[in-house]
């Protein structure tokens, strides 16, 4: 079994995936940027760090370990840590390669450090997006054409004096013309709004009587909002239906709201302490019951 690839697959799917009693990896999605130096543009994608403080099992890794080689529970949770002490063993001497996420080091005071592989970007929504490469831009400034005065363009193409006072009449009695036809119809929308506003006004100002009026219905309509709660803090799996109804049955009894999630895919009914719809109150819940009631509980995500 390839631990580091399991590890590598789930970064795809969920944003901290725990390594028990070794770390965890977090993701975080960043915007699309554009770097300025080497005019390229980089698609949304997401960053991943590791916390050396998250040791504690949510049973996600070792659920898909079981679920990917097709063994138990139990089985992949051996294999996990016994894989987690070789990695112990192993980063004392050499750095450790995590698959294509990134390489773990130990530092001077003896701190995991992680260097992460930037070339693959883990966010979904980005798949098939590559960063783009452009030309920058060089902006010409514009040339700028002198003008020629009026009296200077006449004065070299010679035109007689008659010929400009004609077409200076001309102009004249047409924009005269223009201006003109611009206040007539200037007068005739200003006279049609105050129509419009005096008719809106008198609308306004409308009352309408009713003289037997039907009683007010007031409709009182019950909503309901349905959370989907996809996070279960499983108890056990049980191969006869009366044995999984016994042990919903009992944790009632001692005050969790307890179900049968249904089968799985080996033919195990699946038995939850609580159902959440937030990852982190199921994460909370987990962990309280590993300390109180059973260490054997673990975290199962029903999409």
Known sequence: MNLANHINDLLYRY???????????VTNKISAKMNKTSNTFYPPAKQITFNSHLKVNDGLLANYIASSENISFEKASNILAISVIKWKNEIKTKPIQIAAVGVLTLNESGQIIFEPNKKINYL????????????????????????????????????????????????????????????????????????????????????????????????????????????????????????????????????????????????????????????????????????TVSKDAWLLIKK
């Open 15 to 25: 944003n901290c995936v725990i390594i028990p009693d070794f770390g965890g990896f």
């Open 124 to 291: 979904t929504e980005s798949f098939g997006l590559t960063p783009i490469e452009s030309e920058s831009i060089t902006r010409n400034k514009a040339h700028v054409i002198p003008l020629i005065p009026i009296v200077e363009m006449e004065e070299r193409k010679g035109i007689p004096a008659f010929i400009k006072y004609a077409a200076t009449a001309a102009i004249l009695l047409t924009l005269s013309f223009v201006g003109n036809n611009a206040y007539q119809q200037n007068k005739q929308q200003t006279i049609l709004a105050s129509q419009e506003k005096a008719i809106e006004k008198r609308i306004q100002s409308a009352t309408f009587v009713i003289a037997n009026p039907l009683p007010t219905l007031e409709l009182n309509v019950a909503k309901k909002l349905v959370i989907e709660k996809k996070y279960h803090v499983v108890a056990g799996a049980f191969q006869f239906p009366e044995n999984a109804k016994r042990k919903v049955d009992q944790l009632k009894e001692q005050g969790y709201n307890a179900r049968i999630l249904g089968v799985n895919k080996w033919g195990l009914m699946e038995v939850a302490f609580n159902s959440f719809a937030d990852r982190n109150d199921a994460i909370n819940n987990l962990y309280k019951i590993q300390d």
